[in-house]
């Protein structure tokens, strides 16, 4: 939970986990200075008023004051299902961030779980990740964000919604499993569950000795990295007379580094090429993804976008 005196936004679904949240935090609402509670309506549901319903009326009972955002749906034309996922995310955070920032609210707190956890630390094993990926969810973010449940599984939270007799109602598209995360949830995760008792538990496990052994990790790292940086902003890095050492390992640790300063790449075959480069001193120009490298009169320069 946040520290007390501190005036919170509660992103508030519907769902089980974050009717949960909002009771709990109702129960404790006298240790803040303001609590707040926030629902998306991404227009794409025909039932999307029943769910703000539900909240809307709660939040009256609770004595907390409820926004309902819209969001334009046509953000969402001509996009496949996990394009959708993906702009649906930001177009959330966006939208409850301008509305933190509009209320001048500490924290923004979402629901997520440990389900949730083992769901995330499997998906980006399956997609290819590296240490800081199999962080997962982070209990809290620099940006403010906070997932005050995420010590607790669904199940202690359906128990807690038994005993506490909350309301709560089942987002249709949950169920849909042409989205690959819903099939990891529904299908995939059970089934190893079932085969290998103790699987979610040991993937919650992954992301929690990451989010210990990252931040030592990269204190290690900017001790032999920083003394050839020059300069770094949002979106780059400038290094001087850096050669990458032609050891094993080097090149991940590099890798790992350059996205501690958010310069971060998806892990392909290419990224061998691009170590084999730095590790000579001839100029050269690289691409990973969206991310441009170059190297030219002995400075290194690392950004976005070619930025």
């Known amino acids: 939970m946040p520290p007390k005196c501190h005036s919170i936004l509660l992103a508030v679904s519907g769902g ?3 009717m949960c949240m ?3 935090f109702a129960n404790d609402a006298k240790e803040y200075s303001n609590l707040y509670a926030a629902y998306i309506n991404h ?3 025909k039932d999307a008023n029943r769910d703000s319903g539900l909240i809307k009326k709660k939040c009256e009972e609770y004595r907390i004051p409820f926004y309902e955002i819209f969001i334009n749906p046509e953000i969402f034309e001509d996009n496949g299902k996990g394009g959708f996922e993906a702009i649906a995310r930001d177009a959330r955070y966006n939208s409850l961030f301008e509305l933190k920032n509009k209320l001048n609210a500490d924290f923004l707190a ?3 779980h ?11 094993i399956a997609r290819g990740t590296g240490l800081k990926g199999l962080r997962g969810i982070l209990p809290e973010r620099q940006d403010g964000v906070i997932r005050p449940m995420l010590g607790f599984t669904k199940r202690d939270l359906s128990e807690y919604a038994k005993k506490n007799r909350i309301e709560w109602l089942e987002d249709s598209t949950n169920r849909d499993i042409n989205y690959f995360r819903n099939r990891v949830r529904l299908r995939i995760l059970p089934e190893m569950e079932c085969e290998c008792k103790g699987t979610i538990n040991r993937l919650v496990r992954i992301a ?14 900017d001790s032999y990295f920083s003394p ?7 979106n780059s890095v400038l290094l001087r007379h850096f050669y990458l050492p032609a050891m094993h390992g080097y090149g991940e640790l590099f890798r790992l580094w350059l996205g ?6 998806e892990e392909t075959n290419e990224d061998l090429k691009f170590y084999e480069k730095l590790q000579k001193k001839a100029s050269f120009r690289f691409r990973l993804g969206k991310v441009h490298f170059e190297r030219k009169r002995g400075f290194f320069l690392s950004s976005l976008n070619g930025k």
């Open 16 to 18: 089980l986990d974050s």
């Open 22 to 24: 909002l009771h709990r």
């Open 43 to 45: 227009g794409i549901r």
């Open 110 to 112: 979402t629901a997520h």
């Open 114 to 124: 440990k389900d949730d956890q083992a769901e995330t630390v499997f998906l980006r």
């Open 208 to 221: 929690e000795l990451s989010q210990k052994i990252y931040p030592k990790a990269i204190k290690i790292l």
């Open 228 to 234: 050839f940086l020059v300069s770094q902003t949002e």
């Open 260 to 265: 501690s300063k958010g310069i971060s790449w």
